[in-house]
């Protein structure tokens, strides 16, 4: 039986979502030329906020299964 998503896990969904995002298009942005320190930036912030969206992604899965536990 499912349950329907707690609003604790879907604003961690959203916020994983906007993370993610975020970071895909600074590494994506990473394609056009950039001066040295501009891609240091992108590469350094994209990397982080792209790796926050997938563990907070797994965070919000892990506890949304925990609330369907009996």
């Keep these: 039986m499912l349950s329907t998503l707690p609003l604790a896990s879907a604003i961690m969904f959203a916020v994983a979502a906007v993370a993610a995002v975020g970071g895909a298009w600074l590494l994506l942005e990473l394609r056009h030329p950039?001066?040295?320190?501009?891609?240091?930036?992108?590469?350094?912030?994209?990397?982080?906020?792209?790796s926050l969206g997938i563990v907070l992604a797994m965070s919000a899965t892990m506890m949304?299964?925990?609330s369907l536990s009996p």
């Design 64 to 66: 949304w299964r925990w």
């Design 34 to 50: 950039q001066g040295p320190a501009r891609i240091y930036v992108y590469r350094m912030v994209g990397i982080m906020a792209l």
